[in-house]
């Protein structure tokens, strides 16, 4: 059982590291009938009994319409090991799957669209069964595939999350592999003996993910090395360099206006509006700072390297309306124009990328002079924010 206890030993890390799993959840394991979900349902299923959490598991396959699909060797499997297999009828999956390759002219299947479709099948299952977590098998070769295709098709640089709240859904997404390489997943088959299943899928081996998988292969085999460090790239918060780090732009003399990325530009932002909204007008901390602060993009200004402004925003593509907030410059630097040049750069910025737009601002009682010189037109009656009065402002952009 060698491999088998390196694979719970890659679990318990990845539970310590990601906080995954906790007492009284009730999780649904998503298996496909391949190797990776059939691992980490025993590996689970052990880790249950020497984790010293209390958490329950209930395997789940979904019927996606495939040709030839049978479950009926994974029912005996699960039943013997004291668990019931939950079969979930998503047949309508390969039909519109069939739909979309004739609408869209396709030579096979589309993935993304698959993908897309059996989570929200599988949440839909996970709710009516009362679970509030899925795990799928996901393992780093896994990530680290889906980096580089993002890279070449996305011009991004993102991989999955080893959890991830799906708020509506009211599932937490959790991948107890993502520290396990395939290899050892592998291994582990082979040493426990698992069966699996005739894989269903028509595009098994012919996606654009198994040209990546080969195409890491080749690496790995040309760079002995690349394979771990690629696995420790993920994980490497002491080096992380990218040119987004470096983004500013210079609006005037010795100033810069800065998008927010990293903790500690995202620290000074905190610090002016604490300095200008908590120490000032004595606004109550849990007032000021909230639960949607992910929701905003911020920015600040810095006069050579002093953070001395922020200003914030978040955008609603579909309704057009952009909501800007949270301006506030520190004292010492008042009445030089800066609340203004901030504005102005945002307008400027919002209204190159969405036409027609609507801007919102909250503004303080005090400030609807400001506003209104800016062409921002009062909506509704004022109201109380943080138990300071307030205006809803307004400005069309056509």
Known sequence: MKYFRELLAKIKKADETFNLINNGDKVVVGISGGKDSIVLFEAL?????????????????LDLGFPKFSAATYIKHFKDRGYTLYISDAQNVAQILEIQKERQKLSKLPCSICSKMKKAAINSVANSLGANKVA???????????????????????????????????????????????????????????????????NNK????????????????????????????????????MWYNAFETSV?????????????????????????????????????????????T???????????????????????IASIGRIAVIKDERNQGLATLMLNYLENLLTVKYRPLTITIGGQKHLRPFY??????????????AFIEHYRLEKEIK
Request: one cysteine or more.
């Open 136 to 202: 799928f098998a996901h393992h780093i070769d896994d990530a680290l595939e889906t980096l580089v295709m993002n890279m070449i098709s996305g011009g991004r640089l993102a991989t999955f999350q080893p959890k991830m709240l799906l708020e509506r859904a009211k599932i937490t997404f959790i991948r107890p592999l993502i520290l396990t390489s395939e290899s050892l997943v592998t291994n582990v088959l082979k040493e426990l003996n698992l069966p699996l299943l005739d894989y269903a899928c028509p």
């Open 298 to 320: 911020t920015y600040v200004l810095y006069r050579k390297d002093k953070p001395i402004a922020t200003i914030r925003y978040k955008i609603d593509k579909k309704e057009r």
């Open 45 to 61: 299923m052990t880790y249950a009994k020497y984790s010293k959490k209390d958490f329950t598991l209930i395997p789940v396959i």
């Open 252 to 296: 005037g003399k010795d100033l810069t206006l800065v998008k927010v990325f990293t903790p500690a530009q995202f620290n000074d932002a905190m610090y002016i509006r604490y300095k200008v909204f908590i120490e000032e007008q004595k606004i109550r901390i849990e007032d000021e700072y909230d639960k949607n602060e992910k929701d905003y």
């Open 206 to 241: 012919k996606t654009r993910r198994e040209d990546i998988k080969n195409l890491l292969l080749s690496i790995y085999k040309t760079y002995e090395s690349a394979q771990k460090n690629f696995e420790l790239m993920l994980v490497n918060t002491e080096a992380f360099a």
């Open 372 to 385: 209104e010189k800016r062409g921002y037109v009062v909506k509704g009656e004022p109201y109380l924010d």
